[in-house]
């Protein structure tokens, strides 16, 4: 699974986008989880944002291995 791409302008974080409603999220899916749309593309996330809060996960979620940082950031 790929988060990060590096386009010309530099070292980006990639999330998924429902195209009928602009709605981003990540870690990149098959489908929108709210609305179950398989109609996506992928988008580059802001280099800026406010950092609200973070943990470090040592619990094995899906596939994602331990240990794993999950945080919640509002971009502008």
Same mark, same amino acid.
């Given at each position: ?50 950092? &609200?809060? &973070? ?6 979620? !899906? ?7 999950? !945080? ?5």
């Amino acid at each position: 699974m790929i988060y990060f791409k590096r386009p010309p302008r530099g070292l980006y974080l990639w999330a998924i986008n429902v195209r009928s409603a602009a709605r981003p999220f990540f870690p990149k899916a098959d489908f929108c989880t709210q609305c179950l749309n398989k109609e996506l593309e992928e988008m580059p996330l802001s280099k800026r944002g406010t950092l &609200y809060s &973070y943990t470090i996960t040592r619990v094995p979620v !899906g596939r994602y291995p331990i240990p794993h940082p999950i !945080g919640m950031v509002n971009a502008p």
